[in-house]
């Protein structure tokens, strides 16, 4: 049948996928990303400590092969991402107050330049909350307070106009302390002129947990005029996966997919891996996997179908 790729096209939205440049090497990887989505999203290419990993050297070699790759495939990509507290080089967060912003800039400046007008979007700042909708206390609010968000959206903005420029976060989705923030955020970012055009909500689901106001929740923030997407959707399970489960996990692939579609605003879908065995799950919440679309083996499982049948 037609791939999520066309079906979602068909509908008005992107169906994407997450992958890294080890991910290049595997031909299995790269035909089902290549013929069923058609979003790319850098796994850590794109990442400060990839792309500045000391004071102004700059390695752009891993994301400009993924890029590559996606244009050859007629894929877009979303850069990922340029401010965040993780994956970020020591050398930044041991600098003093007085120079964060400096070094924020300048890697804005120079990463947004060198990929200016290949990019779909940015997510210029990536989990800046804390649970309860506190900033989080990472090297950029310290040095700046809460203003680093905006230098951080108009400095990228300066280096490619072309490119939507999102803020990108988890358990975000529904509607608590923490997506209030976000909209609080949002909305004053807009109130003031400055360049924001989207909100990434990352979709890091546990089966089962899709929030009731999911659909609520996004379409505050498209009631201000900014577009939305789910930029990095898994839904794990305790491992081993079971035929319930998976049923299950087909209902909840199914419910966001839904979701966006319902939604006027949400631009697309993007699963965070291609497979099983691609996804950052395993290695990150112990005893937990099966989080996306394809099997061990890349075969398509519950979730593909009940996705195809959403869209
Ligand atoms: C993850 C990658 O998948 C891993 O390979 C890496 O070791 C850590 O980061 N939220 C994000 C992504 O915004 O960048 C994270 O990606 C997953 C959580």
Redesign the pocket.
């Known amino acids: 049948g037609p791939s999520l790729r066309t079906l979602a096209e068909s509908k008005g939205i992107y169906f994407g996928t ?1 992958i ?1 440049q080890f991910d290049l090497g595997n031909a299995t990887i790269t035909g089902l990303a290549s013929s069923q989505f058609g979003m790319l999203t850098p ?2 290419e794109m ?1 400060w400590d990839t792309v500045e990993s000391s004071p102004g050297n700059f390695n752009f070699g891993p994301g400009d092969r993924l890029v590559s790759f996606a244009q050859a495939n007629s894929m877009k990509t979303r850069g ?2 340029l401010v ?1 507290h ?2 970020l080089p020591s050398w930044v967060s041991n600098l003093p107050n007085s120079q964060v912003q400096g070094a924020m800039r300048n890697h804005i400046t120079t990463t947004a330049t060198h990929y200016k007008g290949k990019l779909y979007a940015w ?1 210029v700042v ?2 800046m909350f804390n649970e309860d909708g506190s900033f989080r206390n990472d090297a950029f609010y310290r040095a700046m307070g809460s203003g680093f968000v905006a230098d951080a959206l108009r400095t990228a903005r300066a280096a490619d106009p072309s490119a939507k420029l999102y803020l ?1 976060d ?1 358990n975000t989705e529904g509607l608590n302390a923490k997506s209030d923030a976000m909209y609080n955020l949002a909305k004053s970012l807009k109130s003031q002129g400055v360049p924001l055009d989207g909100i990434g909500f ?1 979709g ?1 689901f546990i089966l089962g947990q899709i929030p009731s106001s999911l659909k609520a929740n996004l379409e505050r923030f498209t009631a201000l005029g900014l577009e939305v997407a789910i930029t ?1 959707l898994d839904v794990r399970m305790p491992l081993p996966a079971d035929g319930a489960k998976l049923a299950q996990q087909g209902r909840d692939f199914a419910s966001v997919t839904n979701t966006c579609l319902a939604v006027k605003g949400c631009v697309g879908i993007s699963q ?1 891996a291609v497979g099983d065995p691609d996804s ?1 799950v395993p290695g990150t919440f112990p005893g937990e996997g099966a989080a996306t679309l394809y099997d061990n083996n890349y075969q398509p499982k519950p979730a593909y179908t009940a996705t195809v049948n959403a869209l």
């Open positions: 997450a890294s796994t850590n990442k990922h991402t965040w993780s994956q997510d990536n989990e990108n988890y990352q890091h990095e965070w950052w």
